[in-house]
């Protein structure tokens, strides 16, 4: 599967933004969904996974209550809705597919990446 993540910006701290990650191909149902970000100078991060039915969802510590992870099966498509930004959120943010498991937050367990979409939070 091909994954192609969008919707990053420019936002102002306490803004929101929307990122999609559409999927190319027919199986994006059985696919996990995760959102992963890198800020510059650190490892790469979980942020949040959504199960294959959108069922199930996990969220780092650091974005609950404030960001939301969905998919949409019939679009091909997988979101994160960002809300109240801080500047500690700017990064480059990854979605990715795993093949096994609902609730993966380690890296190593995704099978596909997409190329990256770059949000920046200014205070």
């Known amino acids: 599967v091909q994954l192609q993540a969008s919707g990053g910006g420019l936002v102002q701290a306490g803004g929101s933004l929307k990122l999609s990650c559409a999927a190319s191909g027919r199986t994006f149902s059985v696919y996990a969904m995760g959102w992963f970000r890198q800020a510059p100078g650190k490892e790469r991060e979980f942020v949040a996974v959504i199960s294959q039915s959108g069922g199930s969802t996990s969220y780092a510590d650091s974005v609950k209550g404030r960001f939301t992870i969905s998919r949409d099966n019939a679009k091909n498509t997988a979101y994160l809705e960002m809300n109240s930004l801080k500047p500690e959120d700017t990064a480059v943010y990854y979605c990715?597919?795993?093949?096994?498991?609902?609730?993966?937050?380690?890296?190593?367990?995704?099978?596909?990446w997409g190329q990256g979409t770059l949000v920046t939070v200014s205070s």
């Open positions: 990715a597919a795993a093949r096994f498991g609902y609730n993966e937050v380690r890296s190593t367990e995704y099978n596909y």
